[in-house]
């Protein structure tokens, strides 16, 4: 019972562990850089989850000041939040314009066949 | 909680998917999921941010690059036995982390005792802005704002150059036009970006 508890107090964090372990994954094990990228992307945004569960308070509203409320979340890791969105797709725009060049010098974007024409070379 | 669980199977079929027209479909599934996360996390204008910039913006980028691209993984020669266990090495060694951690919803840890009231309380006299997220993005925080200006400036510069030598070596073969075409598309998105980022920041 207490076990149980204990997950339901943290499900948000195995949540996000599970999403970064998998972000990470992909990353390491599959060779199109597209699919990396999307690993990438998922890895992020685990952090974003990471960041914005703490904030949380059970029973308050979002951070918009109205006289009806006192209760708020935090609203500090949200500016952080959505500055780490954009540069994260900052990042992903420019990723993605490497692979099109990748994909145009090797014709393809799986990392085994540029290792391997690499080699032959 | 069932969205976080739908988030994980989410996960585990883009893990699984090799079509990588799935895998783009199934990243801005995702991405509106964690923006409905954020909802109910009380993360409104993020929420609006990861829906608009991430299962948008992303997914018009990715699709883009695929056009231009192969669209199908090729299976890997070797297992991925030692990525597996980096992942579960890591994995473990965070959920150990996960005991130190406050519990979920508590109103008296250091993250809220510390500067948020501050923010709650000061920024609707001294800024007269009731979003407070705003204030802080905008007011408190504005070199953060303005230093994610320069990432993203820099970003679209990096596209541009990266897209525009490519252009120059597709005119000597006849055969670029179609290429050329889709490449129009995603340089119109990278300014399309930065008025999102900078909607963003307004928001």
Redesign the interface.
């Known amino acids: 019972m207490q076990a149980l508890q204990s997950l339901a107090d943290n499900y948000n964090y195995f949540i996000t562990i599970f999403l970064m372990v998998s972000g990470l994954y992909i990353v390491i094990a599959r060779g199109n850089m597209i699919k990396k990228l999307i690993g990438l992307a998922m890895f992020q945004s685990s952090v974003y989850l990471l960041y914005l569960s703490p904030g949380k308070i059970v029973g308050g509203t979002a951070p918009v000041l109205d006289p009806a409320f006192t209760v708020y979340s935090n609203p500090l890791p949200h500016v952080l939040m959505l500055t780490a969105i954009v540069v994260g797709v900052a990042t992903l725009a420019l990723g993605l314009a490497l692979t099109v060049r990748i994909y145009e010098a090797y014709g393809t974007v799986n990392e085994d066949q540029i290792f391997a024409r690499d080699n032959k070379k | 909680?069932i969205l976080?669980?739908l988030?994980?199977a989410v996960?585990?079929a883009?893990?699984q998917q090799r079509e990588?027209f799935g895998?783009?479909v199934l990243?801005g599934v995702?991405?509106f999921l964690?923006a409905s996360?954020?909802i109910v996390?009380?993360?409104?204008?993020?929420a609006m941010?990861?829906a608009s910039?991430?299962a948008g913006?992303?997914t018009v980028?990715?699709l883009?690059?695929?056009h231009?691209?192969?669209a199908r993984?090729?299976r890997?020669?070797q297992r991925?036995y030692?990525?597996?266990a980096?992942?579960?090495i890591?994995?473990a060694a965070?959920?150990w982390g996960?005991q130190g951690?406050?519990?979920?919803?508590?109103?008296n840890?250091p993250?809220?005792t510390h500067?948020?009231p501050r923010?709650?309380k000061d920024?609707?006299p001294v800024m007269g802005v009731?979003?407070?997220?705003t204030t802080?993005?905008a007011n408190y925080?504005g070199f953060?704002?303005f230093g994610?200006v320069t990432?993203?400036l820099?970003?679209?510069l990096?596209?541009m150059i990266?897209?525009r030598?490519?252009r120059k070596?597709k005119k000597k073969k006849p055969k670029g036009k179609d290429k050329n075409k889709a490449k129009g598309a995603k340089s119109k998105?990278?300014p399309a970006?930065t008025t999102?980022?900078s909607r963003?920041?307004g928001?």
Request: glycine letters at 6%; zero cysteines.
């Open positions: 909680m976080l669980t988030l994980a996960t585990i883009i893990i990588l895998v783009v990243s995702y991405s964690m996360v954020m996390l009380d993360a409104v204008d993020v941010t990861e910039v991430g913006i992303s980028l990715l883009a690059t695929l231009l691209t192969k993984e090729s890997r020669l991925p030692i990525p597996l980096v992942a579960l890591t994995g965070l959920v996960t951690m406050p519990k979920f919803g508590a109103a840890t993250m809220h500067v948020a923010y709650l920024s609707l009731p979003n407070v997220v802080v993005l925080r953060d704002t994610e990432v993203v820099t970003a679209g990096g596209v990266l897209l030598g490519r070596s998105t990278s970006q999102t980022a963003a920041e928001a």
